[in-house]
């Protein structure tokens, strides 16, 4: 009994690691790997929902499915012992998804990718963890170990892949295709999937071929080959639809992702019973296993001792390195090995352990460098998503500004404080285009520039050369361009990109950017400041049309105010009466001027005057008749008692009056106007026609001098001939 007793304790041993805990972690994730799945489409949702592209019961609807999957996580878990360690972690993540639900109305869509991504990080590094600590992935047999690396290492990245793929195609703006940089990025991600798909080909290949019962095969396979289709239906709908230069349909980008999003889901339902069936039979065979063995034990004990003892000696070594090195394993140290020693079954095994466990830190090595690139690409977009958040917030401001001499100096402001350049200028070419002219700097070296009048001539060093192709120059190293950085007044300069300022197809100007890093300049610097000088330069341009129409409007209003001037002054000198008088008794014409301080006052400023007048009796208002900002008259209203104060209200009713009554005014005297314009063309008219109604010159001459002295009153009208120098007349 002793002698077979490590055999029966490794026995029992295997079924609780390789049976119970590998059941265990295979039900257990399951429900976890599905909130982790629902969670990617949640937060594919609750972004567009908070843009306004999907309606709100839409996001309701899958929120309530998530809720389904926590109730039953939570059953699961009153189901497992094991799986108790855990229960705290799972209420912690519960609660973050239900701070998800309520911020969803009042936060950005940054800050909602952000909590979903935390959350789904998480639930991931759980599942990982469940499989190391159940033993899943020590597990000693090829066909169940291979359909534990597919559930809980390839399902796991290529749901992630796939979502970043489903992100790269949606951000794109509406109407526009995806840069080539974003191209390359989606082509990486599909043909990292298509390796991840071919490894899965292979781990179920060799599953199978290992798998003793076939039970397996009528589970995985028909699953497996669905899935392959459906995956190459979305590389197919992403090279097409995606990657072929059109402009993705943000409608069917997000359809495929979700068809695949659910391929994903079923393949790993599949895979997941696959290994459950596996497992299960394991477990059926080690306790079909430990009856006989137990049999024989205690029906060969009295004798077989001493046999019994050598071969217990002959297989506890080995198996105690094979439980020394999984120890090793599960702790952390994927470099554990087993010596391989004699033939057989332990041979077999021992076999099967080192290309286990060199697998496992094959794949662990590729998911860490897999981690590695995804943190460099975040990093990326994070800074690509914060230079595009500068430039909005820099044509914001400069959007507002009109007045060429504050816009430029806050251009180059706004340019060095965002993005933390050595020197900011900007240069405007002349009229004649002969000379790209300093206007603004940011750096000391820059003012001394724009005090002694910086130019430089068209076609001279990288910024004349800008200015005069209308294309990008950057020089990315001191030491190869050294001729461009000869300027006393900027030392620290080591390398110097000059964008062109084009509006309407035509360079106005060149934008300066130097730095002291060389080689600062990266293509994507490039292609961002680009853009901000696009920006910039129809800034400019706004702000000299503005300048130009506020200057056409001032000359505008100078020549209608002469005009209006000029033509009261004729239309006054023309009125036989000067004013009007009104009071209770009557009205009457003024033929004498009235002269008083207040309505010299009331003329001369175009200002209401009001009160009790000092020593009158009879308090007066006098408000000035302005039309379109000239005094052309004024309103002298007198009250009929010493005693009275004029309101506000009062004031304010007699400005209105004194408006329309301006309006009244100007109308009867372009009315009058154009009475007397008619009248003399009639007239002029009526002359010509009696000139043209004769032939004899004599008689045009005496008709048009009859009608003019008729006209005009005239007691006499003579036509004086033209002498020549010698005093002869002359036709």
């Known amino acids: 009994i002793i002698a ?3 055999l029966i304790g490794n026995e029992v041993d295997r079924i609780n690691r390789y049976g119970t805990g590998e059941l265990f972690g295979t039900l257990y994730t399951r429900p976890l790997w599905k909130i ?3 969670l990617y489409l949640h937060q594919v949702l609750s972004e567009k929902f908070v843009e306004g592209e999907v309606e709100f019961p839409e996001v309701e609807a899958l929120q309530a499915t998530i809720d389904v999957d926590f109730d039953e996580l939570e059953a699961r878990q009153r189901q497992e012992i094991l799986s108790e360690p855990y229960h705290g972690e799972v209420a912690e993540f ?8 309520v911020s969803l109305s009042n936060t950005d869509s940054a800050a909602l990718k952000a909590q979903h991504e935390s959350l789904i990080n998480d639930f991931n590094d759980l599942i990982l963890r469940i499989g190391e600590d159940s033993n899943l992935v020590l597990d000693p047999d090829l066909d169940t170990y291979y359909m534990m690396d597919i559930v809980l290492f390839e399902m796991t990245e290529i749901e992630s892949l796939t979502f970043e793929i489903y992100q790269l195609a949606d951000s794109v703006p509406d109407g526009q295709g995806l840069s080539a940089r974003e191209q390359e990025q989606i082509a990486n991600l599909l043909s990292n999937i298509e390796t991840n798909m071919t490894q899965i080909d292979r781990k179920i290949s060799v599953a199978l071929e290992n798998n003793v019962t076939g039970e397996m095969e009528p589970i995985i396979l028909p699953a497996s080959e669905e899935y392959r289709t459906q995956m190459q239906s979305f590389a197919d709908f992403v090279e097409n639809g995606v990657l072929s230069g059109a402009v993705p349909d943000p409608t069917n980008t997000l359809v495929a992702f979700e068809e695949i999003h659910k391929a994903n889901q079923d393949f790993y339902l599949a895979a997941s019973n696959t290994l459950q ?8 065979s080690s306790i079909l296993r430990f009856y006989p063995i137990a049999l024989v034990v205690l029906a060969s004990v009295a004798g077989a001792f001493l046999l019994g003892q050598s071969i217990m000696s002959s297989i506890s070594h080995p198996l105690s390195q094979l439980v020394d090195a999984s120890q090793q394993l599960a702790a952390g140290d994927l470099s554990a090995r087993v010596e391989i020693q004699g033939s057989g079954e332990l041979e077999k095994v021992s076999k099967a352990f080192n290309k286990m466990a060199a697998d496992l830190e094959a794949d662990k090595s590729s998911l860490t460098q897999r981690a590695k690139e995804l943190e460099t690409a975040n990093q990326i977009n994070a800074a690509r998503a914060r230079e595009f958040q500068f430039i909005s917030e820099i044509s914001q401001v400069i959007s507002q500004e009109q007045k060429l001499d504050i816009l430029l100096p806050l251009i180059t402001r706004l340019v060095s404080d ?3 350049f050595y ?4 240069f405007l070419t002349d009229d004649s285009r002969r000379y790209a002219i300093l206007q603004a700097a940011n750096s000391e070296g820059g003012q001394r520039m724009l005090n002694r009048g910086h130019r430089l001539e068209l076609g001279t060093g990288i910024v004349g050369n800008v200015a005069q192709t209308g294309v990008v120059r950057v020089a990315h190293d001191v030491g190869a361009d050294a001729v461009f950085f000869d300027n006393p007044d900027l030392p620290a300069t080591r390398s110097e990109m000059a964008i062109p300022l084009n509006a309407r197809g035509v360079t106005i100007g060149v934008l300066d950017v130097q730095s002291t890093k060389a080689g600062e300049f990266s293509e994507n610097i490039i292609n961002i400041l680009g853009i901000l000088g696009d920006q910039i330069a129809i800034a400019i341009e706004n702000a000299r049309l503005f300048t130009r129409t506020q200057q056409a409007l001032t000359e505008a209003q100078t020549l209608y105010s002469q005009y209006l001037q000029k033509e009261w002054k004729a239309f006054r000198s023309k ?5 009007y008088h009104q009071s209770m008794t009557g009205g009457k014409p003024i033929e004498t001027p009235l002269d008083t301080n207040e309505i010299r006052h009331a003329l001369q400023h175009g200002e209401v005057v009001h009160g009790d007048n000092g020593s ?3 308090p007066a208002v006098v408000v000035p008749i302005k039309l379109r900002g000239e005094t052309i008259g004024v309103l002298n209203i007198k009250a009929p008692v010493k005693d009275r104060k004029w309101s506000k209200d009062e004031i304010n009713m007699i400005e209105s009056v004194s408006e329309r009554l301006a309006l009244a005014l100007e109308n009867a005297r372009l009315f009058e106007e154009t009475n007397r314009r008619a009248e003399r063309e009639r007239i002029v008219s009526e002359i010509s026609g009696k000139i043209r109604s004769v032939n004899d010159p004599q008689v045009m001459i005496q008709t048009a001098l009859e009608e003019l002295r008729n006209v005009l009153g005239a007691s006499r009208v003579q036509v004086i001939p033209q002498t020549s120098g010698d005093g002869s007349k002359t036709n």
Do not use: C, M, Y
Not at 94 to 101: G, L, P, S, T, V
Not at 423 to 426: C, K, Q, S, V
């Open 94 to 101: 519960k609660d973050r998804w239900a701070n998800i639900k």
């Open 575 to 579: 009125a036989t009466n000067v004013g």
């Open 277 to 284: 069936t596996g497992v299960s039979a394991r477990v059926n």
């Open 616 to 618: 009158q009796t009879e």
């Open 36 to 38: 982790t799945h629902d």
């Open 4 to 6: 077979f007793l490590p």
């Open 418 to 420: 965002k993005f933390n």
């Open 423 to 426: 020197h900011i200028g900007i």
